[in-house]
């Protein structure tokens, strides 16, 4: 089993919409969560990290720890095309030191 | 945040030819790792390259393959060896601890 578990998608969205990305991980130890976006041909930019359970919010992003359930959240709030891209959450590894392991990624589209 | 640039952004080669890639970084950090993703895949960990010691790599990844060197705190290159179609991917560092990591915009390597 993957340390980290992400439906890829695709998912597609009307504007405005409110989206809801998952993960689910293994680890109970994990402490740190980060959501990272990936528009194409580009690298990873950190969106948002949070520790340990609870939400943060910033903006129209909200990010969502169940430490009970090992399942994680990233919400989008009014959808906007530029929001399209992929949607990686990603963890420290429990075998790396500060690595990071990523879920699959999940690839979000917003239709004007 | 680090402010991370890679080169070059992107290279087609021959089998069997060698390729070295550069990351650089605007303030010095200590540790600096390197990822792969592979078409349509998540990003995997390659290698942690800290200053002053050898890097550690991951299952799945040997220096004679990937050899990287790490001469300060600013900058580290990976080399990906002897090439093969099958090391067609986007190569990326990054730099960071526990809680938050950056990446680099990325090197998309073509193996032909």
């Known amino acids: 089993q993957k340390e980290v578990e992400q439906d890829p998608g695709p998912l597609s969205v009307p504007e405005g919409a409110i989206v809801s990305l998952n993960c689910t991980y293994s680890n109970s130890a994990f402490q740190y969560f980060m959501w990272y976006r990936q528009y194409s041909r580009k690298g990873p930019e950190l969106l948002m990290y949070?520790?340990?359970?609870g939400n943060k919010e910033d903006g129209r992003f909200t990010a969502q720890v169940d430490k009970s359930s090992k399942y994680i959240s990233l919400f989008i709030r009014d959808s906007q095309p530029s929001d399209s891209a992929t949607y990686l959450c990603?963890?420290?590894?429990?075998?790396?030191?500060?690595?990071?392991?990523f879920g699959k990624g999940t690839s979000l589209l917003v239709t004007p | 945040s680090a402010v991370i640039s890679q080169k070059p952004s992107r290279d087609i080669c021959q089998r069997g030819t060698s390729l070295t890639i550069q990351c650089q970084v605007d303030s010095q950090v200590t540790m600096m790792f390197w990822y792969r993703q592979q078409p349509g895949q998540s990003l995997t960990l390659i290698a942690t390259?800290?200053?002053?010691?050898?890097?550690?790599?991951e299952s799945g990844f040997v220096i004679d393959k990937f050899p990287i060197s790490r001469p300060n705190l600013t900058f580290s290159t990976l080399t990906v060896s002897n090439m093969s179609p099958e090391d067609s991917s986007i190569y990326l560092c990054?730099?960071?601890?526990?809680?938050?990591?950056?990446f680099g915009p990325g090197t998309r390597l073509t193996v032909l």
């Open positions: 949070t520790y340990s359970s």
């Open positions: 390259a800290n200053q002053g010691s050898e890097a550690t790599y």
């Open positions: 990054s730099v960071g601890g526990t809680d938050t990591q950056y």
């Open positions: 990603a963890m420290p590894s429990s075998n790396s030191g500060y690595a990071l392991n």
